[in-house]
């Protein structure tokens, strides 16, 4: 067990450290260095990428983690895997060959330039399956460190040279394109280095110990599979994509940046979701339905109060960060797309520990059929509101979709287990994030930006903090404030 803390401890410093890595990419690099339209056109591709692999693995990877365990003396059985997903590749090239008259048409009229790219963002996808098939493998046998450290920071130290190189005019932007093919490869190449150093890549063609009735169950368990997991990347990649046939690249850049501003909130419940997963498991185990509903309550007020509090200091300084964006003139036309996205990310931590709780219970099938229908939803929203209301449509959409969303798991839970998480303190939260916000508009602007952004930021969080602890908002937060206010008294 000592091993396995100490890896996902690593995995979660390298994990927040490439978090840091690609938001330098992304607002300051690339805004600094790539107009609007080259900004969409390098995030289409990766963003059309990722989608592909993950229909084109066809639950590989899952299928992987689950029956490793079964076949890990078996050495044929990671061959058999990267086989496995280089066949599905394989389809997913018959496929888009067949369709490929759509593909280029949905583009050709506001995003004819991805069309030159699409081949190129083909060989990416095979890059991806590979690479995320050899990822499962880490998981498998608990070595996660190297796969997370060259996904999370070598991808985006390598984007980085490339975009610097290309700032410097060292190289032009159609080489800046393909050297995604050497950014995702180097990376491939480093994992499969990794395994073979440490004496773990056992490759075999022999495949008899696969029989016929074993093969049918990990097809079966990778198709499942892939309806989650396709559903996943279709929410987290299908508005840009759709932006850039509806109304072009420039656009998609816009967006991008957007996006990843708004998205900030969200950090903070990647730890509470590993914390509160390991608890409910052990919950569900012991059938201990009032430890699910407390911790349910906690994840929902706590991330709820981490939420709004980003939320209302990212809405206040909305104008200072895009003045400091480089070229933000030319990206805050993207400035509500900021809060719907931020919205919508609040109203999935406002929802507690909601999915975790359908994972760890016997109702976890049901995760699946959610997310399937986000996705479809998500789809059939961006398809109504982007024709409207631009990009600003996309970010409705992606709230309205992730809103359904958790609804959808809220009643579920409800009917199924008679808990839910709201209570007093929800309703005194919602109060005291209105008063910050009226607040806000009571401060004066100032004319130095970095001077605005400290007052502003201090002013909204002395209110915010001060309100939640007066009201007790979350016995946890005024823990932490009182154990630090006793640290200094005894100092």
Same mark, same amino acid.
């Given at each position: 067990?000592?091993?396995?803390? *100490?890896?996902?401890?690593?995995?979660?410093?390298?994990?927040?450290?490439?978090?840091?890595?690609?938001?330098?990419?992304?607002?300051?690099?690339?805004?600094?260095?790539?107009?609007?339209?080259?900004?969409?056109?390098?995030?289409?591709?990766?963003?059309?990428?990722?989608?592909?692999?993950?229909? $084109?693995?066809?639950?590989?990877?899952?299928?992987?983690?689950?029956?490793?365990?079964?076949?890990? *003396?078996?050495?044929?059985?990671?061959?058999?895997?990267?086989?496995?997903?280089?066949?599905?590749?394989?389809?997913?090239?018959?496929?888009?060959?067949?369709?490929?008259?759509?593909?280029?048409?949905?583009?050709?009229?506001?995003?004819?330039?991805?069309?030159?790219?699409?081949?190129?963002?083909?060989?990416?996808?095979?890059?991806?399956?590979?690479?995320?098939?050899?990822?499962?493998?880490?998981?498998?046998?608990?070595?996660?460190?190297?796969?997370?450290?060259?996904?999370?920071?070598?991808?985006?130290?390598?984007?980085?040279?490339?975009?610097?190189?290309?700032?410097?005019?060292?190289?032009?932007?159609?080489?800046?394109?393909?050297?995604?093919?050497?950014?995702?490869?180097?990376?491939?190449?480093?994992?499969?280095?990794?395994?073979?150093?440490?004496?773990?890549?056992?490759?075999?063609?022999?495949?008899?110990?696969?029989?016929?009735?074993?093969?049918?169950?990990?097809?079966?368990?990778?198709?499942?599979?892939?309806?989650?997991?396709?559903?996943?990347?279709?929410?987290?990649?299908?508005?840009?994509?759709?932006?850039?046939?509806?109304?072009?690249?420039?656009?998609?850049?816009?967006?991008?940046?957007?996006?990843?501003?708004?998205?900030?909130?969200?950090?903070?419940?990647?730890?509470?979701?590993?914390?509160?997963?390991?608890?409910?498991?052990?919950?569900?185990?012991?059938?201990?339905?009032?430890?699910?509903?407390?911790?349910?309550?906690?994840?929902?007020?706590?991330?709820?109060?981490?939420?709004?509090?980003?939320?209302?200091?990212?809405?206040?300084?909305?104008?200072?960060?895009?003045?400091?964006?480089?070229?933000?003139?030319?990206?805050?036309?993207?400035?509500?797309?900021?809060?719907?996205?931020?919205?919508?990310?609040?109203?999935?931590?406002?929802? $507690?520990?909601?999915?975790?709780?359908?994972?760890?219970?016997?109702?976890?099938?049901?995760?699946?059929?959610?997310?399937?229908?986000?996705?479809?939803?998500?789809?059939?929203?961006?398809?109504?509101?982007?024709?409207?209301?631009?990009?600003?449509?996309?970010?409705?959409?992606?709230?309205?979709?992730?809103?359904?969303?958790?609804?959808?798991?809220?009643?579920?839970?409800?009917?199924?287990?008679?808990?839910?998480?709201?209570?007093?303190?929800?309703?005194?939260?919602?109060?005291?994030?209105?008063?910050?916000?009226?607040?806000?508009?009571?401060?004066?602007?100032?004319?130095?930006?970095?001077?605005?952004?400290?007052?502003?930021?201090?002013?909204?969080?002395?209110?915010?903090?001060?309100?939640?602890?007066?009201? *007790?908002?979350?016995?946890?937060?005024?823990?932490?404030?009182?154990?630090?206010?006793?640290?200094?008294?005894? *100092?």
């Amino acid at each position: 067990m000592g091993i396995v803390i *100490k890896q996902s401890i690593r995995s979660s410093i390298i994990s927040y450290l490439g978090v840091a890595i690609g938001y330098v990419n992304v607002l300051l690099l690339y805004p600094y260095f790539l107009d609007t339209g080259q900004v969409g056109l390098f995030r289409l591709v990766q963003s059309s990428a990722y989608l592909l692999a993950t229909f $084109g693995q066809v639950g590989t990877s899952q299928s992987f983690v689950k029956f490793y365990p079964e076949y890990k *003396k078996e050495k044929g059985f990671l061959t058999a895997a990267l086989s496995g997903g280089t066949i599905g590749f394989v389809l997913l090239c018959i496929v888009t060959l067949i369709f490929k008259n759509q593909i280029v048409e949905y583009f050709s009229r506001e995003s004819a330039l991805f069309t030159e790219y699409f081949q190129l963002t083909l060989i990416i996808t095979f890059l991806i399956i590979l690479f995320q098939i050899l990822e499962a493998y880490s998981r498998s046998i608990l070595k996660i460190t190297a796969s997370t450290f060259l996904k999370d920071i070598g991808l985006r130290l390598l984007t980085m040279v490339a975009i610097v190189l290309f700032g410097f005019e060292v190289i032009g932007f159609n080489s800046l394109i393909y050297s995604l093919i050497g950014t995702f490869g180097l990376s491939l190449i480093g994992l499969f280095g990794y395994f073979w150093k440490q004496g773990d890549l056992n490759l075999s063609f022999n495949f008899s110990f696969l029989k016929s009735n074993d093969l049918k169950q990990i097809i079966q368990f990778g198709l499942y599979s892939l309806i989650g997991a396709g559903g996943t990347q279709i929410i987290l990649q299908i508005d840009s994509i759709m932006i850039s046939g509806a109304l072009g690249l420039d656009e998609t850049g816009i967006y991008t940046i957007a996006f990843f501003i708004g998205i900030v909130i969200e950090m903070p419940k990647r730890a509470i979701n590993q914390l509160s997963s390991a608890l409910l498991a052990q919950s569900f185990k012991k059938d201990d339905m009032e430890a699910v509903e407390k911790l349910y309550k906690q994840t929902s007020i706590n991330q709820f109060l981490i939420g709004s509090f980003l939320l209302i200091g990212i809405y206040a300084n909305l104008d200072n960060i895009y003045a400091l964006i480089p070229n933000g003139e030319s990206y805050i036309a993207g400035i509500n797309v900021v809060l719907f996205i931020g919205l919508g990310k609040l109203s999935d931590m406002a929802f $507690g520990a909601n999915g975790q709780i359908i994972v760890m219970s016997r109702y976890y099938r049901f995760n699946v059929i959610s997310v399937a229908i986000l996705a479809i939803l998500t789809i059939i929203l961006n398809i109504q509101l982007i024709p409207n209301y631009g990009i600003e449509g996309a970010a409705i959409a992606s709230f309205l979709a992730m809103l359904s969303f958790n609804m959808i798991k809220f009643f579920f839970i409800w009917w199924k287990f008679g808990i839910q998480p709201f209570d007093l303190s929800t309703l005194k939260l919602l109060l005291v994030t209105g008063i910050a916000l009226g607040a806000n508009y009571f401060l004066s602007n100032l004319p130095n930006v970095l001077i605005d952004l400290a007052i502003r930021s201090i002013m909204i969080s002395m209110i915010f903090i001060g309100l939640v602890y007066l009201l *007790k908002v979350s016995e946890e937060v005024n823990g932490l404030i009182d154990q630090g206010i006793q640290k200094l008294k005894l *100092k």
